[in-house]
């Protein structure tokens, strides 16, 4: 058996490594020698997986790190990264040429890390070198594919890999080497673009990563996460009185109720044969929140008071009902951040696959009312805030930014955000795939990663060309 040694730079929570350590051949496989991150939960993430041996934590750009670097990977076969960088996004005006481009991510200090990568390459001379970079395609513009002044980026880049005595062009011939993949096409229930160049030292022609067969199954929602046991949010009740638009909650309080029953009910309807559904605590729960309903639709209530109180006992009673469900990984993944009731009514009553630009466009057939008066945010600035996935396509991308917030990743049918257990299935991280740190360091870690299954890919590809060279050279 073949070993090929890999050194993953900028290695966050381990997406990339996963991807070539999943890579296989009955003589050849993947061993990581060194992945380096910065951050305390993501090298403790990468120790859990790797052992505490193979992670250096440090900044790339120290000095002394760097030399250690070097030292312990001389003898690496692939360096593998995706540098945190500003390359698409600042290549400046928007006739800048091929020098502005190049000035851009020489000078500019943004682009620091992308330096560092390259510093590195070029000392330890890896036989292969994977980029990955995904900035600028995050936005809205670039989502047909990469703009005129991002290709030229990569065309510098992958110049400059050429300077560096490598071969960046691809088995197809195309091109200066450099790929945008879309995670779909490899298996991942998401929409998720990625823009890769792989070189050589051999100069032998890239290998195109395998797509999916997909004919036959392509990955949605309901296969990645619908098994998972219905999970309830808590409700937060700090500063309510303070909360955007309790005015309209209050105003239409039995409405608001009767939205996030309907939606306990539909979960009743379509998962009754479930255990967890199935259960007293489930009843309780229900029975709760219609004798709640009709308290509001009688108005025998005082307002924000009895919104406060509901919302407590409603607390006590979804703990119960969570615990008494059998979670079948680790729990600390599968938790749902706390929600304020506004937002709770909006997921409720947002139908699966609609967006807020929709609920409040009079034209749209998911134009609603209540909805329209309730979303908190500036409208002239932002109108698709809040965006529910449905069951049975893909995710949008998974972002770091969940860390923040989850409004973009409503779930199907239950009134929350996706967990950081559900965002790291859908980014094909293996089911016991664990990440250390709270709630907003795991989604981040999520969010930055490379899907496991696009990155297995990519290392397959890598793996099969590395091991028909040696075969042939040892001829
Ligand atoms: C996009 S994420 C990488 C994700 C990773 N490739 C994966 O698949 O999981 C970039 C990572 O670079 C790390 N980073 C940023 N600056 C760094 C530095 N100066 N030295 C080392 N790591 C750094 C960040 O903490 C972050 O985890």
Redesign the pocket.
Same mark, same amino acid.
């Given at each position: 058996m073949r070993t090929y040694k890999i050194l993953d730079l900028?290695? $966050?929570?381990? $997406?990339?490594s996963t991807g070539f350590l999943n890579a296989s051949h009955s003589h050849a496989k993947f061993e990581v020698t060194k992945a380096?991150? &910065?951050?305390d939960d993501?090298c403790n993430t990468l120790i859990s997986h790797l052992g505490e041996d193979k992670v250096l934590k $440090?900044? &790339?750009?120290c000095p002394l790190i760097k030399k250690e670097i070097v030292a312990e990977c001389k003898e690496v076969d692939v360096i593998i990264? $995706?540098p945190?960088c500003q390359t698409f996004s600042l290549i400046g005006p928007a006739r800048s040429g091929k020098r502005e481009v190049q000035d851009s991510l020489k000078n500019d200090s943004r682009n620091t890390?992308y330096r560092h990568f390259f510093d590195l390459v070029s000392e330890i001379k890896p036989r292969f070198v994977v980029f990955e970079n995904v900035e600028g395609l995050l936005s809205k513009r670039f989502e047909d594919g990469l703009t005129e002044k991002e290709k030229m980026a990569i065309e510098v880049i992958s110049e400059q890999l050429e300077d560096l005595g490598y071969f960046t062009r691809t088995i197809d011939g195309q091109g200066s080497g450099f790929k945008t993949l879309n995670s779909l096409d490899y298996g991942v229930s998401q929409k998720r673009r990625r823009v890769i160049i792989i070189a050589n030292r051999h100069g032998i022609y890239n290998p195109i990563p395998l797509k999916k067969d997909l004919t036959k199954e392509v990955p949605t929602l309901l296969s990645t996460i619908g098994e998972l046991p219905v999970l309830l949010p808590q409700i937060n009740t700090n500063g309510m009185e303070k909360l955007k638009k309790i005015d309209v909650v209050l105003k239409n309080l039995d409405k608001c109720i009767l939205s996030f029953l309907n939606n306990i009910n539909e979960l009743d309807r379509i998962y009754k044969n479930r255990p967890e559904i199935n259960n007293e605590q489930f009843r309780l729960l229900k029975n709760y929140l219609n004798d709640s309903y009709l308290v509001t639709k009688n108005r025998k209530h005082n307002g924000l008071e009895f919104l406060k109180g509901f919302c407590e006992d409603y607390n006590k009673l979804a703990k119960q009902f969570n615990s008494s469900s059998e979670i079948p990984c680790n729990m600390t993944l599968h938790q749902s951040r706390k929600h304020n009731f506004r937002d709770v009514v909006i997921f409720s009553m947002m139908k699966q696959g609609s967006t807020s630009s929709g609920f409040m466009n009079q034209n749209s057939q998911d134009f609603d009312l209540l909805l329209d008066q309730l979303y908190p945010y500036d409208k002239n600035k932002h109108t698709d805030t809040y965006v529910k996935h449905s069951w049975d396509k893909p995710s949008n991308t998974i972002l770091a930014h969940m860390q923040k917030d989850g409004l973009k990743f409503i779930h199907p049918n239950q009134p929350r955000t996706f967990t950081p257990y559900e965002a790291a299935l859908i980014q094909s991280f293996p089911k016991n795939y664990d990440f250390c740190g709270g709630a907003n360091s795991q989604y981040r870690?999520i969010g930055?990663?490379?899907p496991p299954l696009m990155s297995e890919a990519i290392a397959q590809g890598i793996l099969m060309t590395l091991l028909n060279y040696d075969l042939e050279i040892s001829k």
């Open positions: 900028f290695a $966050g929570g381990g $997406g990339f380096v991150e &910065i951050d993501a $440090g900044d &790339i750009t990264g $995706g945190p890390l870690q930055n990663a490379v």
